[in-house]
C-alpha cells in the first residue's frame, strides 16, 4: 500500500468508485481509494440501478445525463458488461398540476439537451400493456434511460480508474484522519497510514462516522427503503419467450412508486410516510451488505394502488422484500463539493439517487479538484447549501421528510413544515400577526407574503386531487386557515402580492431582510485584499457603497457583495442568506493567514429592514435629526443613524428600484425599530411586503440573482455586469480570462423579454427560447411586473438574438408565446426613482 498519494478516496461504493475513476481520467494518475470491507457493500448492492433522468434541478439534471450517456460507453472502453437496460422510463399524470410539473420539467430538460417524449394514455397502454390507463391524463417519456447492475457498473469503473494508473485497497478501514504542519492529510488506516494533499469523502451510510473525523457535522442521514421483488408472472413469462422489449421503468407519481419488470416478475418501490432515519450515528464496524426488517404495513397504501394501476402486480406471490438504508439530506439532493473550513476536504455524499447520480458527481468533483471549479454551475448540490442548524436532530426530521416527499409534487411555491420555525428574527410576531405567509430560507423564517386579515381558502378553493399525493397548499395558520394554493400557474397570493408592489410604488413598504449574510472585514491590509479579489473598485470614500462581484479563475460570477466601508478600515460585506456558508467559507480560504485581514462573520449580530417607496424619506425623517437629503445621503451611500431612540447603519441602497433605505441595526433593537416605522408609516399607509413582492419589483428593473443569470456557467461579462468589472484598476480573480473571453467573443448575452399573450402563468426560470423553432438561449426568471404592468422574463440568450426589439419565442408548460427584447429595467431605465 503507498504511503502517499494526491488524492485518497474514501469508500468503495458507486459514487467513490467514479470519482476515483474520473480523478484519473483527467490525468492524476497518484490517486488511492480504501473501502472498509468490498466495492459496493454498504447500499450500493442493495439499489434498484434505476437511472431517473426526470429532476427538476438545472445541475442535478446535467449530473444525471452525463451519468446516462457514460454509463451507455463503458463497456466498450473496459470489456465489463454494467448491464445497462435501455427500456425507457415513463411516469404517469392523474391530474392537471402533476401535467403542469411535468410541462415546467419538459422545458428544463430541453435546455440541458435531454429528450422527453409526451404520451397519450392509449400510447402507454402500447407500451405497458399490463397498466390500466384509467384515470390518467397523460405521462412522459425519457426514451434513452432505464436501468443498470450496481455492482457491475461499480467494478467496470474501478477497472477504468486501475486502467488509468489508480490504485483500489479493499478491506482497509480508515481509523483517522488528522492534518499535517504542512497542510497535507494524513489519513490513518488499520493496515497503515497515508499522506495526502486532498481528501474525498464518499461514505455513504458512513458519512456520520466520517464527518467525526473530520470535525464536521455533514447534514446526511440515511433513510430506510423498501422494495418488493414478486415471484415471475405468467404474461411476463410470454413476452420474453416471444422475444417483446422491456416494458421499462413504470412511475405513479401521484402514488409515490416507481415499479419495473426483474427476473420474469415485477419490482415495486414506494416511497412511503413513515419511513425511519437509520444509521444516525453510522453502522456498526461489522456492517456489510445489511438490510433491516421489512414492514410492509408501512406500504400498504402503495401496494393498494399498484394492484390497480398493474393488477398482474397482485396476482403473484411476494419473492423478496429488500430493507436498506439510502443517504438522505434535508432537501433530496446531494452535496458534492468542498468541505466547509477545510481546504482540500471534499464531499460527495447524501445520494439518495446515488446509481444515477455517480457519474456526473465524480465527473464535476473531479473536475473542481483538478481544475479549481467545476464545469457546471453546482450551487443546487454544493455541500455549503446548509449552515450549522442542520445538525442531527434536524436531520433526522427533515431527511425522513424529504424521503416521504420524493414524489410530491414539487411546486415553485413548495414550502415543507418539518423543523419549522427554526431560526427566527424578533419581529416574527409582529410580521405573523400582520399577515405574513412564510417561507424558510437557510433554516430562516421569512415573510413570502402578506394574508389579509381573517382571509382563508375553502376545500372548494383548494380543489385537492383524489390521489393519494394530493397536498396542494402551505401549511396553515395557527389557528387553522389555509391562506396558500400552490401552483405552477398564478394563484390565490398573486393580486395581494400585487398591492404590496403597487404600495411600494406609490407610497412606502417596509420588508424584513435580515437573513442575508454578513461579514465584517478589518485588518492593515483589508482593502488590499479585497481589491484582489472582487471584480469592482472597492469605494475609496467612507461611507460610500459598491455592488462587487467575486470570480471564477474562468471569469464566471461565484458570489455577489454589497461592500461598505462603515469605519476606516472596516468593511461590511452583505450577500444572499441562502448563501451564507458558502460565500464566507470561499472569503475564508481566499483570506491571508498572516493576520493581516480579520474577518469576522457577524450575521446574527444585526437585522435589517428595507423602507422602500416615494414617501420613505418622509417616514424616516420624522424618526431622525440626520440629513436626508441628497447632497447629504445619496444613493449608494451610508451613514450610523439615530432613528426614534434606536440606532443603526443606514444604507440608501435596496433591490426593488424605489427611493429607500436599509436599516441594518442591533438585532436587539428590532422591535422598537420595526415599531417606529411602522407608527411613522401609519399616515402614508405603509405597508409590510415580503419577499415575492420583492423579486416581481426587481425583475421590473433586470436585477441579477446567484444563481440564476449570475453563475460560474456565465463570464461577468456575458451576465451583462460591465459597469461592475474594471479590468483597468488592476488584477483581481478571474480577470485575465474575462478580458480574454471578451476579446474571443461571448458565448451569451443577458436580456430582458416581455413576454406576450399570457393570461395565468409567468416564467420562472428554466424554460426554453427559440428564434424560428429554434433553441436559443434559456429563461433564468420571470414574473408578472405590476409597475409595468407586463410579463416579463430574464434570459440568457445566444448574442446574435440579443439587441432590443428582436422577437423570440419563450415556452411556458408547453405552449408558446412570443417574446420581445426589451432595452434593461423597463421600469425607471435611467435610476430616477433610486436617485429621488
Known amino acids: ?86 427500456c425507457s422510463n415513463i411516469r404517469l399524470a392523474r391530474t392537471r398540476d402533476r401535467w403542469d410539473e411535468f410541462m415546467y420539467y419538459a422545458g428544463v430538460a430541453e435546455t440541458i439537451g435531454v429528450k422527453v417524449n409526451k404520451l397519450t394514455p392509449a400510447q402507454v397502454k402500447e407500451i405497458w400493456p ?109 413476452r420474453q419467450r416471444k422475444g417483446l422489449p422491456e416494458m421499462g421503468v413504470l412511475r405513479e407519481a401521484d402514488s409515490s412508486w416507481y415499479m419495473r419488470e426483474e427476473n420474469g416478475g415485477l419490482l415495486l418501490g414506494p416511497y412511503e410516510k413513515g419511513a425511519p432515519c437509520c444509521y444516525i450515528d453510522g453502522p456498526t464496524p461489522e456492517a456489510e451488505y445489511e438490510l433491516f426488517q421489512e414492514d410492509l404495513d408501512r406500504l400498504a397504501p402503495h401496494i393498494e394502488t399498484a394492484i390497480a394501476r398493474v393488477p398482474a402486480f397482485g396476482e403473484v406471490g411476494i419473492k423478496k422484500v429488500y430493507n436498506g438504508a439510502i443517504a438522505y439530506t434535508p432537501d433530496g439532493s446531494p452535496i458534492v463539493g468542498p468541505a466547509w473550513d477545510l481546504k482540500n476536504v471534499w464531499l460527495n455524499e447524501g445520494h439518495s439517487f446515488g446509481v444515477t447520480a455517480a457519474g456526473g458527481a465524480g465527473w464535476q468533483l473531479a473536475e473542481w479538484i483538478v481544475e479549481g471549479e467545476p464545469t457546471i454551475d453546482m450551487m443546487g448540490v454544493d455541500p455549503r447549501r446548509f449552515g450549522p442548524y442542520a445538525s442531527r436532530g434536524y436531520l433526522k426530521v427533515k431527511n425522513e421528510e424529504a424521503y416521504a416527499n420524493v414524489f410530491t409534487l414539487h411546486y415553485p411555491d413548495e414550502e415543507r413544515p418539518a423543523a419549522r420555525p ?142 461598505y466601508e462603515w469605519a476606516p478600515g472596516r468593511f461590511y460585506l452583505v450577500s444572499a442568506g441562502a448563501y451564507e456558508r458558502h460565500d464566507h467559507d470561499t472569503l475564508k480560504k481566499l483570506a491571508p493567514t498572516d493576520g493581516s485581514v480579520i474577518l469576522n462573520p457577524i450575521t446574527t449580530r444585526l437585522g435589517v429592514l428595507v423602507l422602500a417607496g416615494p414617501n420613505s424619506r418622509n417616514v424616516l425623517q420624522k424618526l431622525t435629526d440626520a440629513d436626508l437629503s441628497n447632497e447629504a445621503f445619496p444613493w449608494l451611500s451610508g451613514q450610523p443613524i439615530s432613528v426614534g431612540h434606536t440606532s443603526c447603519h443606514a444604507l440608501r441602497v435596496n433591490f426593488v428600484g424605489e427611493l429607500g433605505w436599509e436599516f441594518h441595526h442591533p438585532i436587539e433593537q428590532q422591535n422598537a425599530l420595526f415599531d417606529l416605522l411602522m407608527e411613522a408609516g401609519k399616515e402614508f399607509g405603509i405597508r409590510p411586503y415580503g419577499i415575492k413582492a420583492m423579486s416581481a419589483l426587481s425583475i421590473e428593473k433586470s436585477y441579477r440573482l446567484i444563481p440564476r443569470e449570475l453563475s460560474i456557467e456565465y463570464s461577468a461579462y456575458e451576465s451583462g455586469l460591465d459597469r461592475f ?87 411556458i408548460l408547453d405552449k408558446i408565446y412570443v417574446a420581445t427584447v426589451i432595452n434593461e429595467s423597463p421600469y425607471d431605465p435611467d435610476n430616477a426613482k433610486l436617485r429621488a
Open 725 to 811: 468589472v474594471h479590468p483597468n484598476k488592476g488584477n483581481f480573480i478571474g480577470r485575465d480570462a474575462l478580458v480574454k473571453s471578451r476579446e474571443q467573443g461571448l458565448a451569451w448575452n443577458f436580456v430582458t423579454l416581455e413576454v406576450q399573450g399570457v393570461k395565468d402563468v409567468d416564467a420562472r426560470g428554466s424554460e426554453p427560447i427559440y428564434s424560428k423553432g429554434k433553441l436559443i438561449g434559456r429563461a433564468t426568471n420571470g414574473g408578472f411586473g405590476w409597475r409595468v404592468n407586463k410579463s416579463l422574463a430574464l434570459a440568457m440568450v445566444k448574442p446574435e438574438f440579443a439587441p432590443a426589439g428582436t422577437e423570440l419565442e419563450i415556452k
Open 130 to 238: 399490463l397498466c390500466e390507463t384509467d384515470g390518467l391524463l397523460g405521462a412522459i417519456q425519457h426514451p434513452d434511460d432505464g436501468y443498470i447492475q450496481p455492482a457491475d457498473l461499480t467494478q467496470a469503473l474501478a477497472k477504468g480508474a486501475r486502467n488509468r494508473g489508480a490504485e483500489i485497497y479493499r478491506n482497509t478501514a480508515v481509523i483517522g484522519i488528522e492534518k499535517k504542519p504542512s497542510g497535507e492529510w494524513l489519513v490513518k488506516t488499520d493496515k497503515g497510514d497515508i499522506s495526502c494533499e486532498h481528501i474525498v469523502s464518499a461514505t455513504g451510510n458512513f458519512v456520520r462516522q466520517t464527518g467525526k473525523m473530520l470535525g464536521l457535522d455533514i447534514p446526511v442521514i440515511p433513510v430506510e427503503h423498501q422494495y418488493i421483488v414478486t415471484e415471475p408472472h405468467p404474461l411476463i413469462q410470454e
Open 1 to 86: 500500500m503507498k504511503t502517499s498519494a494526491r488524492v485518497v478516496v474514501i469508500g468503495g461504493g458507486v459514487v467513490g468508485v467514479s470519482t476515483l475513476y474520473h480523478l484519473a481520467k483527467k490525468g492524476w494518475s497518484d490517486v488511492v481509494l480504501v473501502e472498509r470491507h468490498e466495492l459496493t457493500s454498504g447500499s450500493t448492492w442493495h439499489a434498484a440501478g434505476l437511472l431517473p433522468l426526470f429532476n427538476l434541478s438545472y445541475s442535478v439534471g446535467q449530473i444525471h445525463k452525463y451519468s446516462v450517456n457514460l454509463y451507455k460507453s463503458l463497456e466498450a472502453e473496459t470489456g465489463q458488461n454494467v448491464g445497462f437496460k435501455v
Open 422 to 563: 427554526l431560526k427566527t428574527v424578533p419581529n416574527y410576531d409582529r410580521m405573523k400577526a400582520l399577515g405574513a405567509v412564510f417561507g424558510s430560507v437557510y433554516g430562516w423564517e421569512r415573510p413570502g407574503w402578506f394574508a389579509p386579515k381573517g382571509y382563508s381558502l375553502s376545500e372548494k378553493d383548494l380543489d385537492m386531487p383524489d390521489t393519494l399525493l394530493r397536498h396542494n397548499h402551505a401549511p396553515p395558520t395557527e389557528d387553522g386557515r389555509i391562506v396558500e394554493k400552490w401552483s405552477f400557474r398564478r394563484s390565490n397570493y398573486f393580486p395581494f402580492v400585487g398591492e404590496e408592489c403597487l404600495a411600494v410604488r406609490d407610497s412606502v413598504g417596509l420588508q424584513d431582510m435580515s437573513p442575508f449574510a454578513k461579514m465584517e472585514v478589518s485588518g492593515p491590509k483589508a482593502r488590499e485584499w479585497l481589491d484582489s479579489i472582487l471584480a469592482n473598485r472597492i469605494p475609496k470614500k467612507q461611507g460610500r457603497i459598491a455592488l462587487c462581484h467575486l470570480l471564477t479563475p474562468r471569469g464566471g460570477v461565484r458570489s455577489e457583495f454589497t461592500v
